[in-house]
């Protein structure tokens, strides 16, 4: 079992810029893909973005590409997101997770999740 722990939420006003970090431990993660995804108040559960563990190729929903970048670090099981030109409507609880495929955004096709991390953003 991977077990995936998020950091770096926070409260910021709109414009501001943070970076999450997903670190996995547990059953060593060295296949598949880690992801984003987010859940706002109310709303189900999408997919921000993901990148494949191996290769390092990542992709991303239209609605964070240009804003957000995901990236990792190999050596330490750790995938961070940089979040920049932040929106009141990025305002969610962000998840890390791990998936066996590639390109999915399915969260159904991700079998490990972390406890997430509240990002709110502030008009």
């Known amino acids: 079992q991977v077990v995936l722990v998020e950091s770096g939420g926070g409260l910021v006003q709109a414009g501001d810029s943070l970076r999450l970090s997903c670190v996995a431990s547990?059953?060593?993660?060295?296949?598949?893909?880690m992801g984003w995804f987010r859940q706002a108040p109310g709303k189900g559960r999408e997919f921000v973005a993901a990148?494949?563990?191996?290769?390092?190729?990542?992709y991303y929903a239209d609605f964070v590409k240009g804003r957000f970048t995901l990236s990792r670090d190999y050596a330490k099981n750790t995938v961070y997101l940089q979040m920049n030109s932040l929106k009141p409507e990025d305002t969610a609880v962000y998840y890390c997770?791990?998936?066996?495929?590639?390109?999915?955004?399915?969260?159904?096709?991700?079998?490990?999740w972390g406890q997430g991390t509240q990002v709110t953003v502030s008009s």
């Open positions: 990148i494949n563990w191996i290769v390092g190729t990542t």
């Open positions: 997770a791990t998936s066996f495929r590639y390109g999915s955004h399915l969260p159904t096709d991700f079998t490990s």
């Open positions: 547990g059953r060593t993660f060295s296949s598949g893909s």
